[in-house]
């Protein structure tokens, strides 16, 4: 039988490197990994990190983005896409432009704008180059409470502020919103993450709250898992399903590594438990 080319789902992240591997593009690969997709990727910047925060990072140039993209379009049949941490409004515009020129599939989009050790991955330009010129092209966005505040522009403190918040964002031009509820302090037991999509029904998901610090690198995971399950025609409702799920068992099968905001477990989901969904 003559192989067919190209037959296995192939996703793409855009986003920064962790060298302490928790985070940015090394999660995305590892979640892509997990869930049964071929997973490439376009490095955007470059960080010196580990579990204690980010000591240093370097901008890649624009033409090594966009031969990265062309050499990808030019050999893959990418199915879905998302972006990460892309550190100034250059870099977001770099990496629009190639989005609009390439088909790369659905796309998904982590505002990444501040590390769990507190460092600023966002500049404050770049949030609105974001809005203008990212969240049009986007099929579903993944903002956490406090990166959805810096895009509404406003505080968000209850379950109807996050609801309208989501509506604010949806309005920007993307199609479904996910609002990250960990960080509210309301609910001590449960972490609940809001949902809202293109054909304005809406969904609430929680799991209970874990007690630990080892949690650098959820809002990669969540964003690449929702890419991966895109990528083999899963209906976003199901998707962010099996998303929500998958981060949750990367959280609670702790792995001890590292001495500062530990990283998640990417193989806690394992075979059995995907052979469920």
């Given at each position: 039988m003559?192989?067919?080319?190209?037959?296995f789902p192939q996703v793409l992240t855009l986003a920064g490197t962790d060298s302490g591997g928790g985070a940015g593009i090394m999660a995305d690969l590892k979640t892509m990994q997990a869930r049964h997709v071929f997973g490439t990727a376009v490095v955007v910047a470059v960080t010196a990190q580990n579990t204690l925060g980010v000591q240093d990072?370097?901008?890649?140039?624009?033409?090594?983005?966009?031969?990265?993209?062309?050499?990808?379009?030019?050999?893959?049949?990418?199915?879905?896409?998302?972006?990460?941490?892309?550190?100034?409004?250059?870099?977001?515009?770099?990496?629009?432009?190639?989005?609009?020129?390439?088909?790369?599939?659905?796309?998904?989009?982590d505002p990444v704008m501040v590390a769990k050790g507190g460092a600023t991955l966002l500049t404050d330009d770049a949030i609105q180059t974001v809005i203008d010129e990212l969240l049009p092209l986007a099929t579903v966005v993944t903002p956490n409470l406090v990166e959805a505040k810096r895009i509404v522009g406003h505080e968000i403190k209850t379950a109807d502020e996050v609801k309208a918040?989501?509506?604010?964002?949806?309005?920007?031009?993307?199609?479904?919103?996910?609002?990250k509820g960990g960080h509210m302090a309301a609910n001590k037991q449960e972490s609940a993450d809001y949902f809202l999509f293109a054909d304005q029904t809406d969904l609430w998901l929680s799991a209970p709250r874990?007690?630990?610090?080892?949690?650098?690198?959820?809002?990669?995971?969540?964003s690449s898992c929702l890419a991966a399950e895109l990528a083999k025609g899963i209906d976003i409702k199901q998707a962010v399903r099996t998303a929500k799920a998958y981060v949750q068992a990367t959280i609670e099968s702790t792995i001890q590594v590292g001495h500062g905001h530990g990283p998640l477990n990417h193989w806690a989901y394992g075979e059995e438990k995907n052979a469920k969904i």
């Open positions: 003559t192989e067919q080319i190209n037959s990072s370097l901008m890649i140039p624009q033409e090594m983005i966009d031969a990265q993209c062309a050499s990808l379009a030019d050999d893959f049949d990418i199915k879905a896409c998302k972006t990460g941490m892309l550190g100034d409004a250059k870099h977001v515009h770099y990496v629009a432009q190639n989005l609009q020129e390439y088909d790369f599939g659905p796309l998904v989009v918040a989501a509506q604010e964002i949806q309005q920007l031009g993307v199609k479904n919103v996910i609002i874990i007690n630990t610090n080892r949690t650098h690198g959820t809002g990669d995971t969540l």
